[in-house]
């Protein structure tokens, strides 16, 4: 079976905190990929990163970095020094390679940042 | 701005209406996907198109019903929705249908079955 869970149903902090967005997943197969979809209150799902489950490197992009540990089946997001433009629900999905490219998201996580 | 446009941004319509949301993508991607969303939930895949044939369909029920008239385009035909129905529709596409890629999201169409 393939799951993506997000813990963290909704998380508020005040803007300039750093705040850490969980992400557990689970698949039987070897060959899997990792993605982060930010949602704002427009709807759009804007794709934030890929991550192959071969590639454990860590990934730095401006305020957001992502620390993917195979060991754990994690995939976690941290956005340093918030903003208020970051409030937005946050999904973590799965697509498999033997499960012909069917994402499979997380429930997602409500990030509210206060002025 | 998103590289995948939906119309209408807004729908009401009543059980016995026919409408139809559209969707357009001209990155020359040849998957599109149909995506349902509920109010604080994940988007639920409802049609996968790959190379304007229909590859996927999440038994979804036949009062939508899916089209491709050409790679830029695809559309939802609804008929005799319920209420239940209400809900936020996605298009998306990739370049591809596979497990790869990334897939590129619009703003949605915003659906009210009255």
């Known amino acids: 079976a393939q799951k993506v869970t997000q813990a963290q149903t909704e998380i508020s902090v005040v803007e300039k905190e750093d705040v850490t967005l969980d992400c557990v997943y689970e698949?039987?197969?070897?060959?899997?990929?990792l993605f982060w979809y930010k949602q704002p209150p427009s709807g759009e799902l804007v794709f934030l990163i890929r991550?192959?489950?071969?590639?454990?490197q860590n990934e730095i992009s401006g305020r957001y970095s992502w620390n993917f540990q195979k060991s754990t089946s994690s995939f976690n997001f941290t956005i340093t020094a918030s903003q208020v433009v970051d409030s937005a629900v946050y999904f973590c999905?799965?697509?498999?390679?033997?499960?012909?490219?069917?994402?499979?998201f997380g429930q997602g996580t409500t990030l509210q940042v206060k002025p | 701005d998103t590289e995948v446009t939906q119309t209408p941004k807004h729908l009401v319509m009543g059980m016995t209406n026919k409408k139809s949301l559209k969707c357009e993508q001209h990155?020359?991607?040849?998957?599109m996907y149909w995506y349902k969303q509920k109010a604080k939930k994940p988007p639920e895949l409802m049609f996968v198109?790959?190379?304007?044939?229909?590859?996927i369909n999440e038994s979804v029920p036949s009062r939508f019903s899916p089209e491709c008239p050409n790679s830029s385009l695809l559309n939802l035909h609804l008929h005799a929705l319920q209420p239940e129905d209400s809900a936020l529709y996605l298009c998306?596409?990739?370049?591809?249908?596979?497990?790869?890629?990334?897939?590129?999201f619009g703003e949605g169409s915003r659906l009210t079955v009255l």
């Open positions: 990155m020359g991607h040849r998957a």
């Open positions: 991550r192959n489950s071969f590639d454990e």
């Open positions: 999905a799965l697509r498999s390679h033997g499960n012909t490219g069917k994402l499979i």
């Open positions: 698949t039987r197969d070897t060959t899997y990929y």
């Open positions: 998306a596409s990739s370049q591809v249908y596979d497990s790869t890629g990334e897939l590129f």
């Open positions: 198109y790959s190379y304007e044939k229909l590859s």
